[in-house]
């Protein structure tokens, strides 16, 4: 078993929808989990940052964790043409050599 | 502005060729990462660092060199031993703790010619 599971099936949907993604992980350790957006050609950038459970907000996007499922999600309303991107969820344990995890990444096509 | 330059961006191998991929961050980072990106896929670790003259194989290194000379430069070298060169490359630092997210070059796409 990967210690994180993304579904990286591409995902339409049209503009104004809610776009819900979701990763799985299996190191229970795991404290610090985020979410990165890539657009085409270009690096990663950090979008949601979150430790431990709980949600957090910032404007459009919603990041929960869920701990005692291994379960975080990010969610964008009011999707944007703009929005349309690869995005990777990554992890960490807050002990030993404080790699990331990545999942494989999803993309999602926003289409106006 | 303090960041991470990767280049160049787009980068032309010949069948038996060595290459070289700068990466240069003005962080700060004491962390350094090379990852390959293929459709599909997701990252994979080639090489990390995490202190100067010191680095650590990940889990795709074969055919793959790095060198950690200075806290602000960790070049790649794609030698001729890597049979499938043909990937974007990305190239990431963090401080000495992972756990605060990486920051990620724009990348280099290498293509065999």
């Known amino acids: 078993q990967k210690e994180v599971e993304q579904d990286p099936g591409p995902l339409s949907v049209p503009e104004g929808a809610i776009v819900s993604l979701n990763c799985t992980y299996s190191n229970s350790a795991f404290q610090y989990f985020m979410w990165y957006r890539q657009y085409s050609r270009k690096g990663p950038e950090l979008l949601m940052y979150?430790?431990?459970?709980g949600n957090k907000e910032d404007g459009r996007f919603t990041a929960q964790v869920d701990k005692s499922s291994k379960y975080i999600s990010l969610f964008i309303r009011d999707s944007q043409p703009s929005d349309s991107a690869t995005y990777l969820c990554a992890m960490s344990a807050p002990y030993g050599n404080n790699r990331l995890a990545f999942g494989k990444g999803n993309q999602v096509v926003v289409i106006p | 502005d303090g960041g991470i330059t990767q280049s160049p961006k787009y980068l032309f191998r010949k069948e038996g060729q060595n290459v070289t991929l700068s990466c240069e961050q003005n962080?700060?980072?004491?962390?350094m990462y090379w990852y390959r990106q293929d459709p599909g896929q997701g990252l994979r670790l080639i090489y990390y660092s995490q202190i100067v003259n010191d680095f650590q194989k990940g889990d795709i290194a074969e055919g793959y060199s790095v060198s950690r000379e200075k806290k602000e430069s960790f070049p790649l070298t794609v030698t001729s031993a890597q049979k499938n060169p043909t990937a974007f490359y990305l190239c990431?630092?963090?401080?000495?703790?992972?756990?605060?997210?990486?920051?990620f070059g724009s990348g280099t796409r290498l293509t065999v010619v």
């Open positions: 990431a630092s963090t401080r000495q703790t992972g756990n605060y997210g990486y920051t």
């Open positions: 979150t430790y431990s459970s």
């Open positions: 962080l700060n980072h004491d962390a």
